[in-house]
């Protein structure tokens, strides 16, 4: 079931990245390796799939909403399986399978379209604009 709007989605997209590329300091895990950039690295990708999504919050309007739900779950199986893919699970993992579950969860109950309000007022002539 598909219950969170799509501008929801990229408030929580924009926290989620910041507190990605933070988290390794926020939850005192920077070690400098694959369990410190891991985070670092997806929250960037977090951030700039949001600013280019074709929604309410996203900037440059290129990847369709679809498209960035299909990459979230993706994103969500990579960072929950992280520790173990990267072999820092002994040093630490708990971040990475929150966040990770949390993606996959938000990439299944999420609008597939934007607001209809959204669309009425952003038409576009090219779809791959």
């Known amino acids: 079931m598909r219950f969170i709007p799509t501008r929801f989605h990229g408030i929580l997209d924009y926290v989620v990245g910041l507190l990605l ?3 390794p300091w926020l939850f005192n895990f920077a070690a400098g390796g694959a ?3 891991v985070p670092v690295v997806i929250g960037l990708g977090v951030l ?3 600013i280019l999504t074709d929604f309410e919050l996203g900037l440059i309007k290129k990847i369709p909403m679809q498209s960035h739900l299909m990459m979230d779950f993706g994103i969500g199986v990579i960072l929950a399986v992280s520790p ?3 072999g820092f699970a ?3 993992y708990t971040p990475h ?3 990770g579950v949390f993606s996959i ?3 299944l109950t999420t609008h597939r379209v934007p607001s209809r309000a959204f669309r009425s007022h952003n038409v576009h002539d090219d779809p791959l604009r």
């Open 105 to 107: 969860l938000a990439s």
């Open 48 to 50: 700039l799939q949001t």
């Open 35 to 37: 369990e410190t950039w």
């Open 90 to 92: 002994d040093h630490v």
């Open 84 to 86: 173990w893919l990267f």
């Open 21 to 23: 590329i933070a988290s």
């Open 97 to 99: 399978v929150i966040f």
